[in-house]
């Protein structure tokens, strides 16, 4: 029996174009700083920023087309590949990119490539489908840690880099995910618990967390940091105010 194609989630489409156009106009707020220092006008960087946003549009378009289980088992082959390549990321070596000190990107036959991206993609794929196809990693710990220690490596691998904002973003985009698909409460809490620990303990002993989370609290509190790191918690605050 032939079932009638699915049609797209009006709401998660809205919230989606949403979030879209923020940040089309967190580019523009941006620019504006760009523009008085003679570097870009002030809808340059929004416009390049728009262009690519209606690509990505095309490009969801067409993946959302897709049969679900295709993209995860496609995202289940394409995950050991963004973990290799953040390895070589950490390792460094002949291919790979990076600035002021940091490898984060790398480049593949003429195209560069940031493997973070790559990951957070097939984690979001991978991980509902696995949870859908394995049910017990709900409720056993010894199959949901195992589970767990996938995207934790990934974690590791960021961290090493280091990329800590995008450790930290991908560490709540797994959560999230095993929030939606039902894992224990007690799991959850125990990761959570977890994590909390690991950036108290890298606030005390890295530098560049240290340095990152006093310049937004600075920000937050007094509307000013000192140091090198303020000016992306400036434009975040500045949209916020707006």
């Known amino acids: 029996m032939n079932l009638p194609a ?8 809205l919230i989606t174009l949403l979030l879209v156009g923020l940040g089309i106009i967190m580019v523009y707020a941006s620019s504006t700083y ?11 960087l929004a ?17 959302a087309a897709l049969p679900y289980r295709l993209s995860a088992r496609l995202a ?6 963004a973990m ?10 002949a291919g790979v990119l990076g600035r002021h000190g940091i490898n984060r990107w790398v480049h593949i036959a003429g195209v560069v490539v940031q493997p973070v991206e790559m990951a ?21 710990p010894r199959e949901f840690f195992r589970m767990a220690a996938v995207p934790g490596l990934v974690v590791v691998l960021l961290a090493l880099q280091p990329n800590f904002g995008s450790a930290l973003a991908l560490s709540l985009l797994t959560l999230s995910i ?7 409460a007690r799991f959850l809490s125990t990761l959570l618990a977890g994590g909390v620990m690991l950036c108290w303990l890298a606030y005390l002993h890295v530098n560049k967390v240290h340095e990152r989370v006093d310049a937004w609290w600075s920000l937050l509190a007094h509307g000013r940091a000192d140091g090198d790191y303020g000016y992306q918690s400036f434009q975040a605050l500045s949209l916020i105010h707006i």
């Open 6 to 13: 699915a049609l797209p989630d009006r709401r998660l489409s």
């Open 34 to 44: 760009r523009a008085t220092l003679g570097d870009a006008t002030e809808f340059s």
């Open 47 to 63: 416009a390049r920023q728009t262009q690519r946003a209606l690509v990505g549009l095309v490009v969801l378009g067409v993946a």
């Open 76 to 81: 289940l082959y394409g995950l050991p590949v």
């Open 84 to 93: 290799g390549l953040l390895l070589l990321t950490v390792l460094g070596g």
């Open 120 to 140: 957070k993609l097939c984690l979001a794929l991978a991980l509902p489908w696995w949870i859908d196809r394995h049910p017990e990693v709900c409720t056993r």
């Open 178 to 184: 095993f929030w939606l698909g039902g894992v224990s």
